[in-house]
């Protein structure tokens, strides 16, 4: 679903069409989950496909959702990153036929949080039903919209809206960051498909001042803007909802910043859009790179090794770009080492992460 919000933005109004998770009205009552269910019939039954809504107790859901999750865990054990994702589709084709009802705004469940956003979302709607996987998702992102996330060496908070992409790691951040602390003479940038808007952020830190982000996601546009007025920044950034380069070819940067998906995959989310990418994404990425923009800029991507290790691609497609093709040459690649641990419970990416390294790509056209 989709609404529409906007503020005043220094002399200029500035909207965006929000998306948020789908109500749903049935015409026929959903079968229930309530404190006297049995879990291994509930189970049978979502496997045909049946649907429920929970009655009852915010406490009576969530435990039969970790008692589902455990099911799935036990019945699809992760044991390298191929079976993670099976076990989080499995995980998923269950919990998709589980819903809540909201009345007046509010989870009709006694003990359930509320959430402000059920409001903002959805001001017309005063009853419908959720998946509670959306629900779940919704509140985890407003905790984090409130609270805020401290990234290495900025002064200040960032507060991702509903819907948008953050980095949880952090050692391609600080790479960019040591970077930009070695250039000089940097005045214009685009941050491409800028999600939370971090890497503009670093970009404002370093005085760079004439700065266009740029995301499919609206989300993430309206999330940035939000950033930007609480910091006083917003006169320096111009945000622009595009894919790649559409609409920026009039713009000369001195670099453009790219921080793509690291791993080929489906994509069914925006928030999937950010972490996979499909075939032929950095093709067309590389291509319109080399056609609409000048000579002059430089092209600085973020990446990791993290889909070779894993064996979910065979080539880094950065380096597929400058052996295949003749439009760019290599000036600089920095490598970090991974410093964050995984989980004692996860032995799996305890390896994985012992070998990834995040990567610094620095590319200038070819003449």
Known sequence: MERIFGNPLHGSTLFFKISFPETHKFQTPLHVINASSNNRQVLAE???????CFQGTWGTAMAFYSWLKKQVQNRYPVKDYSSSRIQREKLNALAENLFLSIKNHKPDLAKAPGNPWLKEFYPGEKEFMLRFTDYLGMNGARQWYEKGIQFPSLNHKLHPFYGTYFPTRTEH????????????????????????GVLTFYLLKHGIKNITATDINPNALFSVKQDLERTGMSKYVNLIQTSFFDGIEMIKPDIVIFNPPWIPAETHTSIDQAMYYQPGFFDEYFYQAYEKLSDSYKVIILFSNFAQIVNAATENPIESELKNQQRFLLEEKITQKLQQKASSRKDWLSQIRSHEEAELWVLTKKS
């Open 46 to 52: 979502l496997k045909k496909g049946h649907r429920f």
């Open 173 to 196: 951040l600080e790479l960019f960051d040591n970077w930009l602390a070695g250039q000089k003479g940097l005045k214009s940038a685009v941050d491409m498909g800028t999600g939370c």
